[in-house]
Every structure is written in C-alpha cells, then in structure tokens.
C-alpha cells in the first residue's frame, strides 16, 4: 500500500476543515497558536515511517500526556489504582463536576479531569520528585532527552484553572486526593503543558501498539496484560462524550488534547499522529478526527 499517497490525500480531501471549530481559549496560551497548522506522523513498528505538513512542529498536547501518567501509576501500582478510579465512559464533558459529585468523589475514568488528577496524587505521593520522573519517562519512551513542559502554558492554564480547581477541592471533600490542592494541580498543569510534534508522539505511543515494550531496546514498559487495559480505555475513554463517535468513524484506541493533537494505535502494527489546533464543541480537533477516520477507511487498518 502506498501510504504517503494515502497521507497526500488525506490531507487534500480534509483542507475544507480547516477553518472549521475553535481553539481552545480558555487556556489563553493556547489561543496565541496559529490554527492553520496541520500535520500528520504514521509509524509502523516493523519500522517505516511516513509524514506531512507540520509533523515536527512541537504543540502542547494537553490531555494525550494522560497516557504517561496512567502508564506510571500502573507501573507503579498495577490494579489497585483503580480503587480510586474508574473504567467507565464518562458520558460527560472532560471537566464535568456533576458526575463527581453524584459518584462520591471516584472519576469515571482516569482520562477525565478528575481521574486524570487522581492520577496526578498518586504520582505526588509516590515519587520524590514527580515533575523531574514524569519527563524522564517521557524522555525514555520516546527516546529524546529534548522533550519537556512549556512553562508558559502551565502558567496560563493556572491561572485560569478554575474548574481544575473546583475539581481538585471536590476529590479533597470527598477524601480521594491526599496530597494538598495546590501541589497537586501544579503537577497536573505541568503534565498538560509537555510539548511534543506528531513525529515524536506517534514513534513514542509505539509502545501501546507494541503489548508495552519499547520497540528496539524491547524494554518491557508495562505488561502484555496491562498495555491492553491501557489501550482498552483509550479505546473507551479517550475522547470522553465522544469516544462512541471516535470507536465508530475511525476504530482505534486513541487519545485527543484540547492542543488540537489525536494519537492513536493499532496493536501489533502502528501508530499514527495527526495535530491541527481547531477543536469540535467536545474538544476535539476538527480536521484530525476526520483525517483520522479517512486513515483507516483508505488503509484497511482499523481494529474492527
Ligand atoms: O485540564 C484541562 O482542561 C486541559 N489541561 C486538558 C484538557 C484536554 O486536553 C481535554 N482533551 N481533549
């Protein structure tokens, strides 16, 4: 199959998008990007690779750096993380406080604001330094000592973290976060703001495709078993109250940020990146859902 014929197409056959939805403002930072960009990064794990457009320019990836965290806490405490969170579809907004409340203070799912923070507490707890072992993660996984934080947009989304915060003190009402508020949301902004292209996403989430080990050194990140249940909530949780509409057009496990980057797997065979910053009303980028499912229905190379 000729796939940077299939990525020429994909990306003339989505140009109509461009100007479609808006960027995420209510993190200003983000507001100043330039909505114009597009790129789109497809790895195979038996090793090729193809490109487009702006596949090596750095976003802030927002939400899909949740992967890490998760990956960390599995790693660090395998099932029993999930006594204090959940494996379900939310069904509701990404930052929804309703839910929470209603649910006695357990997120849906770790991929929500809320979860996504209860995650961040474990880490908090459990690592000396958790900003410092966080990038080194990152680091390792993607094999590239260069990525890192944009200290810029974790400022900016502090500053106007208003619902993070009223997230934060709900989970401390209802006894599910233990390290103090400010510390923990300092972690969580700082997770959000890690800045990565589509090249190095989709090469780095190889990983998940590959049952948890690294390809090339075959370091075992997680289990055969775990990399499923991480793989299984993208697949049901990673584009919150539309992870239905992401499994039925596109059918991969996926995650989606507000930065207006989609990474997504195929187990066994690939991973693939597509970052364009105008998002839907659910927080999802426009054009790159839409490249996304053209991807799988062009190629074949959907999990169903
Ligand atoms: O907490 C927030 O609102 C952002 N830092 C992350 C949200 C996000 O990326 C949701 N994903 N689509």
């Given at each position: 199959m000729d796939y940077q014929k299939i990525l020429d197409e994909i990306t003339s056959q989505t140009a109509y998008l461009q100007g479609k939805g808006?960027?995420?403002?209510?993190?200003?930072?983000?507001?100043?990007v330039d909505s114009h960009h597009f790129g789109i990064s497809l790895h195979f794990?038996?090793?090729n690779h193809f490109q487009l457009g702006d596949a090596e320019t750095?976003f802030?990836?927002?939400?899909?750096?949740?992967?890490?965290?998760?990956?960390?806490?599995?790693?660090?405490?395998?099932?029993?993380?999930?006594?204090?969170?959940?494996?379900?579809?939310?069904?509701?907004?990404?930052?929804?406080?309703?839910?929470?409340?209603?649910?006695?203070?357990?997120?849906?799912?770790?991929?929500?604001?809320?979860?996504?923070?209860?995650?961040?507490?474990?880490?908090?707890?459990?690592?000396?330094?958790?900003?410092?072992?966080?990038?080194?993660?990152?680091?390792?996984?993607?094999?590239?000592?260069?990525?890192?934080?944009?200290?810029?947009?974790?400022?900016?989304?502090?500053?106007?973290?208003?619902?993070?915060?009223?997230?934060?003190?709900?989970?401390?009402?209802?006894?599910?976060?233990?390290?103090?508020?400010?510390?923990?949301?300092?972690?969580?902004?700082?997770?959000?703001?890690?800045?990565?292209s589509c090249k190095?996403l989709s090469?780095?989430?190889?990983?998940?495709?590959?049952?948890?080990?690294?390809?090339?050194?075959?370091?075992?990140?997680?289990?055969?078993?775990?990399?499923?249940?991480?793989?299984?909530?993208?697949?049901?949780?990673?584009?919150?109250?539309?992870?239905?509409?992401?499994?039925?057009t596109v059918?991969l496990?996926g995650?989606s940020?507000?930065?207006g980057g989609i990474v997504a797997?195929?187990?066994?065979?690939y991973s693939i990146s597509v970052w364009s910053p105008k998002l839907n009303?659910?927080?999802n980028s426009v054009r790159g859902m839409k490249a996304l499912e053209l991807f799988t229905t062009k190629s074949g190379l959907?999990?169903?």
């Amino acid at each position: 199959m000729d796939y940077q014929k299939i990525l020429d197409e994909i990306t003339s056959q989505t140009a109509y998008l461009q100007g479609k939805g808006e960027v995420a403002s209510y993190i200003p930072e983000l507001a100043k990007v330039d909505s114009h960009h597009f790129g789109i990064s497809l790895h195979f794990l038996e090793g090729n690779h193809f490109q487009l457009g702006d596949a090596e320019t750095r976003f802030s990836i927002q939400s899909i750096a949740k992967v890490f965290s998760l990956s960390m806490a599995i790693r660090l405490l395998d099932e029993t993380i999930f006594e204090r969170v959940g494996v379900e579809p939310s069904g509701t907004a990404f930052n929804s406080l309703l839910q929470l409340d209603y649910e006695q203070g357990i997120p849906r799912n770790p991929f929500i604001n809320a979860g996504a923070l209860v995650i961040s507490d474990i880490l908090v707890s459990e690592l000396e330094q958790p900003k410092q072992a966080l990038l080194a993660f990152v680091r390792k996984l993607s094999a590239n000592p260069e990525i890192g934080f944009n200290p810029a947009v974790a400022a900016s989304e502090k500053l106007q973290g208003y619902r993070n915060t009223a997230l934060a003190n709900l989970l401390k009402s209802h006894g599910n976060l233990h390290n103090e508020v400010e510390e923990v949301l300092d972690f969580y902004f700082h997770l959000c703001s890690i800045e990565m292209s589509c090249k190095e996403l989709s090469r780095t989430f190889l990983v998940f495709a590959n049952h948890g080990k690294i390809p090339g050194t075959k370091e075992e990140i997680l289990s055969t078993s775990q990399a499923k249940r991480l793989n299984a909530l993208m697949q049901t949780c990673g584009f919150y109250d539309e992870a239905g509409e992401f499994s039925f057009t596109v059918g991969l496990p996926g995650k989606s940020g507000v930065g207006g980057g989609i990474v997504a797997i195929h187990p066994e065979k690939y991973s693939i990146s597509v970052w364009s910053p105008k998002l839907n009303k659910k927080g999802n980028s426009v054009r790159g859902m839409k490249a996304l499912e053209l991807f799988t229905t062009k190629s074949g190379l959907s999990v169903f």
